[in-house]
Structure formats: C-alpha cells, structure tokens
C-alpha cells in the first residue's frame, strides 16, 4: 500500500531508531500503520492489546517477531504466575465483630440494591408511589431512554435502544417476555409499562433528586460497586436459578448450579450495607433443597 504522509513520517523516525508515539483516532490507521513497521524490521516487539480478541486479530496481522498479548497477560507472564495456587485458592470470606451488622427487615432502606435497569425502575415508581424523596444511582438518563423506547414500540416505531432493538413492535416484546424463558429479565419492564404506561414512568423519572436530598437511593448492584450504605434492601429482580431435572426428598425440584457472574453480582449487593441488610430478593438462598434423590435403578438404565 502507499503510506500517506503522516505515516510516512512514522516509519522514517522508526528506521531512523527515535523513540515514537503515534496519537491518532479511532480508525485512522495506527495498527496497520504498526504491523507495516513490524514487517519492514527483524527486530522483535511487543504488541499490546485491550482484550483477547484484539490480541487475536493482532497475531494475523503481525510477523512471528512480534508478541500480541492483552496487558493482563503479560502482568501475569511478568508477576501474576507467582501466585497461581493462591489465585486458584478457595476463598470465603468472614465479618468482623469490629463492624456489627445484621440481616432482618429494613423497613427505612437508605438504599434499594436491584439486579437490572428494569428493576431498578420498578423501585422507583413503587418508593414515588409512597411519597419518598428518591434519587437513582447514576442519575435518570437510563431509564428516561428505557422508557422512550418502550414509548416507541408501543407507537409501531422501532427503537435502538440496545434492550429492545430487536423488536419491531411492542407486541413482539410481550410474547417475547411471556413466553421465552430468555425473555424473563424483560417481564419485569412489559407488565410496568402495560400497567403504568410510558408517560407515569417518564413522569416519575422527571421527579427524581440528587443523592444528597433524597430519603432513599435506588441502584444497580452493578454501579453500587465500591459504595455502601447504613441499611441496605434488596429488590425482588434477583430471580433463584431455574429448577433442575432433580428432586429431593421432599419431592421439590432441586434448583439447578447458580451461574458464576449472578453469583459475583449478589455478592456485590449482600456487601452493600454498613448495619443492617434486608436479604428481599434474595431470600430463596437460605431455603435450600435437601438431598435429591438417588435415581432409580430403572432411570439409570435408561428407563422411565
């Protein structure tokens, strides 16, 4: 290819051994640019990517001099590989008597911890509802845009939300919701708008204050990362895993694995609190099946 003149340049100061930085916008050219440089020496380089798969797409595109690896690789090539067995350790985790706190009824929450956006708009309509002065982590702008697009789709436009862009209709979205389990998060948002309607919800967004005036503050387990309150609620989004094909002795379905990230994401919100934790939506963990019962002789061979 005919470089153009800005790298050109670069590739002048590359063989001429200076030191180079190349600033440029997203794509302007800066890793074609780059792999020419590498393809033009029989030095060796590195190539550091973001992520894994810009670090895929790198190994294609540069010669077998130059590594491509995530930043995270090489720290762990460089430091990391030193605590492997502690990395793959069992952790558990234990309070302090230091910091006393307990789990029972909040009736008062200083904050409402929910699993999604649609939760978290559910909080919201229900604490306005109750004459709470009531702020949003992060502020409106999200649900504001959620309740747009619902706006949308029920007025026969599509939207391009990334929720919803997939529907062309609001009909599509309801038999979506009620009718495949992967559309279960998106109940939640059907049956408040259905109720409600777009305008109540885009209403009680208007009536949101700031953090510092509110009586309560609903969030995301996921942007209440790193923050904490005095008394924590858990809203009711967080659903137990779905059952498995098992029963135990009492004759109920034995829940199936929890997935890894939901796990890591109630763990976020059950940290929350600085005194006193109401467990809500996630009350099902302290109700576990006893032991399932042993398939029968006939099942194991295969018959019912």
């Keep these: 290819m005919t470089p153009t003149n800005e790298q050109q340049a670069a590739a002048d100061a590359f063989h001429?051994?200076?030191?180079?930085?190349?600033?440029?916008?997203?794509?302007?050219g800066k890793t074609t640019t780059l792999a020419e440089l590498a393809h033009a020496t029989r030095?060796?380089?590195r190539y550091l990517a973001y992520n894994r798969a810009i670090a895929?797409?790198?190994?294609?595109?540069?010669?077998?001099?130059?590594?491509?690896?995530?930043?995270?690789?090489?720290?762990?090539?460089?430091?990391g590989h030193r605590y492997t067995r502690r990395l793959n350790a069992p952790l558990r985790?234990?309070?302090?008597?230091?910091?006393?706190t307990e789990i029972g009824p909040v009736t008062r929450p200083d904050a409402v911890l929910c699993r999604t956006n649609v939760g978290a708009m559910a909080q919201v309509m229900?604490?306005?509802a109750t004459r709470y002065r009531?702020?949003?982590?992060?502020?409106?702008?999200?649900?504001?845009?959620?309740?747009?697009?619902?706006?949308?789709?029920?007025e026969g436009r599509r939207t391009t939300h990334p929720e919803l862009v997939l529907f062309p209709s609001w009909g599509e979205l309801q038999d979506y919701a009620a009718h495949d389990p992967a559309g279960r998060d998106l109940q939640p948002l059907v049956d408040l708008v259905d109720t409600h309607g777009t305008d109540a919800?885009?209403?009680?967004?208007?009536?949101?204050?700031?953090?510092?005036?509110?009586?309560?503050?609903?969030?995301?387990?996921?942007?209440?990362?790193?923050?904490?309150?005095?008394?924590?609620?858990?809203?009711?989004?967080?659903?137990?895993?779905?059952?498995?094909?098992?029963?135990?002795?009492?004759?109920?379905?034995?829940?199936?694995?929890?997935?890894?990230?939901?796990?890591?994401?109630?763990?976020?919100?059950?940290?929350r609190t600085r005194s006193r934790l109401d467990i809500g939506g996630l009350a099902w963990i302290d109700d576990p099946p006893t032991a399932?019962?042993?398939p029968s002789p006939r099942a194991r061979d295969g018959h019912t």
């Design 16 to 28: 001429a051994g200076e030191h180079l930085a190349l600033q440029a916008g997203a794509g302007t």
């Design 43 to 45: 030095r060796r380089g």
């Design 56 to 79: 895929q797409d790198a190994r294609s595109r540069f010669p077998a001099t130059v590594s491509c690896k995530t930043a995270h690789a090489l720290a762990y090539a460089a430091v």
């Design 93 to 100: 985790l234990t309070g302090t008597e230091t910091v006393p």
């Design 126 to 128: 229900e604490l306005l």
């Design 134 to 154: 009531v702020a949003l982590a992060g502020g409106g702008d999200s649900l504001r845009a959620l309740a747009l697009a619902a706006r949308d789709l029920k």
């Design 201 to 271: 919800i885009l209403s009680a967004v208007a009536q949101l204050v700031p953090e510092q005036q509110a009586e309560v503050t609903v969030s995301t387990a996921h942007k209440a990362k790193g923050r904490e309150w005095a008394r924590v609620k858990i809203a009711d989004d967080f659903t137990p895993p779905k059952d498995s094909d098992q029963l135990d002795e009492a004759g109920r379905a034995v829940p199936g694995p929890i997935d890894n990230g939901e796990a890591r994401l109630a763990y976020v919100a059950v940290t």
């Design 292 to 294: 399932p019962l042993p």
